[in-house]
């Protein structure tokens, strides 16, 4: 998928507006994907949560704890489309270079 966030809008009840650089978008509820525990804890907040940004150089959700979530998995959730499988790099891991 390798789409960008663009644009977030924070609304209620740990949902999240998201728009992707494709013109994908939609609502996407936070709580039913993150446990917010370690560095999501501090999301529970809702005042804190919604400080969300997007983070433009990885194309992706910020909060300044550090906590970020991938694209592709929110790209997933929207389009009720599923994660492509990457292939491994073509690089032998018995390559000698």
Sequence with gaps: MLKDIIAVEPRENYQLHIRFEDGIEGVVDISKIVQFTRVFAPLQDKEYFATVEV???????????GADLDP?????????QPIPQYQLSAVS???TD
Aim: net charge negative.
């Design 55 to 65: 983070n433009p150089e990885y194309g992706t959700i910020q909060w300044e704890s």
């Design 72 to 80: 592709d998995v929110i790209y997933s959730l929207i389009t009720k």
């Design 93 to 95: 891991a018995n390559s």
